[in-house]
């Protein structure tokens, strides 16, 4: 795995944290985390304190979310990362379904910009793309960067680190 990307710009890595690893979140929903998601991240800080969250997410405003973690003493431990398909998978082994999400996500984007998940899912034919494309992201980050992923329903209860290198949670 390469290191870690910087805030902002997915395709220009910088260095990992240097005792704790990765451990990232992915939302493509509301523009704010709702309360229950935000104690998904204090959990997983809690048991991971040097480690880096980087949450990947073009729909979250980015300062409203990291306010909320700088109020609790989290100030440079989690990032929003805004992200290009291309740039992300171009390299990997599923760079044409990459390009192929990228296709659909511009064609079917709202007037805010916002994808459109029933435009997308009638596009390319299935009903569970919002569980596809996260799988697929997932498994892409882990790939690129190493890690641990957590969903936003997961609360972390016990240090991870012990049990694998790469790993979803």
Same mark, same amino acid.
């Given at each position: @795995? ?14 990992? @944290? ?12 509301? @523009?704010?985390?709702? @309360?229950? $998601?935000? #104690?998904?991240? +204090?959990?997983?800080? $809690?048991?991971?304190? !040097?480690?880096?969250? &980087? ?10 979310? #990291?306010? !909320?973690? +700088?109020? $609790?003493?989290?100030?440079?431990? =989690?990032?929003? =990362? ?5 740039? #992300? ?14 296709? =659909? ?15 997308? /899912?009638? /596009? #390319? %034919? ?12 997932? =498994?892409?980050?882990? &790939? ?20 694998? %290198?790469?790993?979803?949670?």
């Amino acid at each position: @795995p390469s290191a870690c990307p910087r805030d902002m710009e997915p395709s220009a890595p910088q260095p990992p @944290p240097a005792v704790g690893g990765n451990i990232f979140f992915v939302w493509e929903d509301a @523009p704010l985390l709702p @309360p229950g $998601h935000l #104690l998904a991240v +204090r959990s997983a800080l $809690h048991h991971h304190p !040097t480690s880096r969250i &980087w949450i990947f997410s073009n729909s979250l405003q980015s300062e409203a979310t #990291l306010a !909320t973690f +700088r109020a $609790h003493g989290f100030d440079d431990t =989690v990032r929003v =990362v805004r992200y290009d398909l291309l740039a #992300l998978s171009g390299s990997s082994p599923s760079a044409d379904l990459g390009q192929l999400l990228h296709d =659909v996500i511009l064609r079917t984007r709202d007037a805010q910009g916002r994808w459109n998940l029933t435009e997308a /899912a009638a /596009a #390319l %034919k299935t009903r569970q793309l919002r569980t596809q494309f996260s799988d697929w992201l997932r =498994v892409l980050l882990l &790939w690129r960067y190493g890690g641990l992923y957590l969903d936003f329903d997961v609360l972390v209860m016990a240090n991870l680190e012990r049990h694998s %290198k790469n790993m979803f949670g």
